[in-house]
């Protein structure tokens, strides 16, 4: 596979909801082998970091009380933050510069962030608006 | 423990198919219902086992593994790993063809770019659960700001910049000043 048909297949994989990984998996493994290749591939992409994941969280726990450790994660947690800040004003550098975007944007956060509705609440509220105001938007730009 | 491994089963199943744009927009999600509703993990543990799944390496949001194993053993964390992966992967297998066929004309287009604002906002509200519930201390905001940066400015690799913070970690408490 090239460059050009992994970026293809990494934007197919964003485009489903779910882990974007997996979803490449999927759809590379069922191009390749069926349905039979998209569990194989799943599977591959999964054990081994499932297995260094359950250890690693059997560790924190067992010494989470620790005052050294809590040093450690004191330092370790700002950074998982600040990784979080960084890669998110990359994507808003990224959002159509347009007011609607914008729009959909803010109400999304306040939603989530400040009101706290559940998730499922947030994207009933937030899709059709979204939608609207992407197809309306294109409407325009057709008519124009 | 079954009424939980319940809820877990339930909840990832819901995370994975509400995920638009990727495991990180459920974050809140994620730390509304587990840390504020349920009380299984604290704020900090939640910011901690993030943290974690981010230095490791693999696929993004196996934070959520470490929750599913801290409510309910591995089980919880089996249940929780099943149920995140089974619903999206089921909609890609059975969207890919229709999608390969499609992608190319104007309502697919419009309808992922209507997508953007969404997955940016629920992006934008993970970020801002996490830096509340973490940054508590003067010196704790300085690295979240400085790591912003260099993530903003230069695409880094969060490995490194995770064991960069263990050692300054290590650093504080061994010289016993204990900044963090």
């Known amino acids: 596979m090239d460059d050009a048909s992994f970026t293809e297949l990494l934007t197919l994989g964003q485009f489903f909801p779910g882990p974007n990984i997996a979803n490449v998996g999927v759809i590379y493994g069922r191009r390749t082998n069926g349905f039979a290749g998209a569990c194989l591939s799943v599977t591959g992409l999964y054990l081994f970091p499932t297995i260094i994941t359950i250890i690693a969280g059997l560790l924190i726990d067992r010494w989470w009380g620790n005052a050294h450790v809590q040093q450690i994660f004191g330092a370790v947690m700002p950074v998982a933050s600040g990784l979080m800040l960084g890669t998110v004003s990359r994507l808003i550098k990224g959002v159509p510069k347009a007011f609607g975007a914008f729009l959909v944007l803010v109400v999304t956060f306040i939603l989530m962030a400040i009101v706290k509705l559940p998730l499922w609440i947030v994207l009933l509220i937030c899709l059709p608006l979204t939608m609207a105001n992407s197809f309306g938007s294109a409407r325009l730009r057709r008519d124009a | ?180």
């Not at chain 2, 659960?129 to 508590?136: F, K, P």
């Open chain 2, 1 to 180: 423990m079954t009424l939980n491994l319940f809820r877990l089963f339930w909840h990832s199943a819901l995370w994975s198919i509400l995920s638009v744009g990727g495991m990180s927009v459920t974050l809140s999600d994620i730390f509304r219902y587990t840390v504020d509703d349920m009380h299984w993990i604290t704020s900090a543990q939640f910011v901690a086992y993030f943290a974690i799944s981010q230095a490791l390496p693999g696929p993004n949001g196996m934070a959520l593994i470490l929750i599913g194993q801290k409510v309910a053993g591995l089980p919880g964390a089996l249940v929780t790993l099943v149920s995140k992966l089974v619903p999206s992967s089921l909609m890609a297998y059975a969207g890919a063809s229709w999608y390969e066929s499609n992608q190319k004309t104007a309502y697919v287009k419009t309808a992922a770019a209507g997508l953007i604002p969404i997955t940016v906002g629920l992006t934008l509200a993970s970020s801002f659960v996490l830096t509340v519930a973490v940054d508590t201390k003067i010196s704790r905001i300085i690295l979240s700001v400085i790591t912003a940066w260099v993530v903003y400015r230069y695409k880094s690799n969060p490995i490194w910049l995770i064991l960069g913070a263990g050692v300054l970690g290590a650093i504080s408490t061994a010289t016993g000043i204990n900044i963090f």
